[in-house]
């Protein structure tokens, strides 16, 4: 059994206060519905606050942002802390011989860096050495690799998935059932000076609407003020580059190698091809189909498939392809009707 006392002896840079008898025990820590008078049950977020209540646990952790929110039982111990998910992984790897390289199911590693007003959902799984700033929301069924980076004001909506080693940058709004593949920048500072060199301050970031799908390697610029939007449903392969205040269209489908520079709007079901380059400012209508290794100077306004550079419609594209296949031996037959002038 494991006294209330022996916890606030031993963790006293988590826990800030204690109410309650500090004699009382625990023998595990446990879910609301299966707690019993020997259990500890842990409380994240406002929404668990009724189940809690009625748990049989005598023992609760509960973060300090909910202390004026619960109604205090005279027969319970509560013990509040600034970091109540990190105070429950310590509990459960000092007491119940969870390895400190392991990731508590349904919870924060242990190795897990937590900022200020940090809401995580109890089913939400965050693996090793993830760094999460101020005032960032993750929500229910959320899964986060290893080694990822989240910074202020993000949030991240149920049933997404984040892999191993990516940077999530400030303000990003990611909706519901995403999945983002490692090695992914979501967020980065743009690019851009104003007339007298300096660089601007980015005061938006990225938004990922719901059941997007991200490769690996993809750069997103942040915002300057207007959010940088992925809209529901499309898929972006790996290593694309996309600018700044850019929005892509629902259902889109881009392949490796794209760039699209800043401000830039596609309607919905646009298809992309690798190594394509789109010019500032474009706006593409509705269901656009753009060749590999192409380039976007200007409007595109009639659906339709395009390719080239200059871009071209896709039947004249395909005709000045082929027709660039015959400039060799035009050139040879061009240069023996001279030699045959000449003579």
Do not use: W
């Amino acid at each position: 059994m494991i006294l209330v006392s022996e916890l606030q002896s031993k963790f006293t840079d988590l826990i800030t206060s204690i109410s309650g008898d500090v004699k009382k025990n625990f023998s595990e820590v446990a879910s609301f519905d299966k707690a019993q008078s020997d259990s500890l049950i842990f409380i994240h977020n406002e929404k668990a606050l009724a189940s809690a209540t009625t748990s049989k646990a005598s023992i609760i952790v509960i973060s300090d942002k909910l202390k004026e929110k619960i109604n205090i039982d005279a027969n319970k111990v509560y013990i509040f802390a600034k970091k109540s998910d990190v105070l429950i992984s310590q509990i459960l790897q000092t007491y119940f011989n969870i390895p400190a390289n392991s990731s508590i199911r349904g919870g924060v590693h242990t190795s897990v860096v937590l900022g200020d007003n940090v809401s995580i959902d109890p089913s939400a799984q965050i693996g090793p050495n993830v760094v999460i700033q101020n005032n960032v929301t993750i929500k229910k069924g959320v899964s986060i690799g290893p080694n990822t980076y989240i910074a202020s004001n993000t949030l991240i909506g149920e049933n997404s998935h984040i892999d191993a080693n990516n940077y999530i940058g400030p303000n990003t709004i990611i909706k519901s059932h995403v999945r983002v593949l490692s090695q992914n920048t979501l967020g980065s500072e743009p690019y851009c000076y104003d007339a007298k060199g300096a660089l601007l301050s980015a005061k938006a970031g990225v938004t990922l609407e719901d059941r997007v799908e991200i490769g690996v390697g993809n750069v997103i610029e942040r915002g300057l003020t207007n959010q940088t939007v992925i809209q529901t449903g499309a898929k972006l392969d790996n290593r694309i580059f996309i600018g700044s205040e850019s929005s892509i269209g629902p259902h889109s489908f881009l392949t490796a190698g794209l760039r699209i520079s800043h401000n830039v709007t596609t309607g919905h079901h646009f298809v992309c091809g690798g190594g394509t380059h789109i010019e500032p400012n474009t706006k593409i209508c509705d269901m656009v189909q753009v060749a590999g290794i192409s380039c976007v100077t200007k409007d595109i306004t009639k659906p339709g498939a395009y390719g080239g550079f200059p871009l071209q419609p896709m039947r004249d594209y395909l005709r000045t392809s082929m027709a660039m296949t015959k400039i060799p031996e035009l050139r040879r037959d061009i240069a023996k009707l001279l030699n045959e002038n000449e003579a």
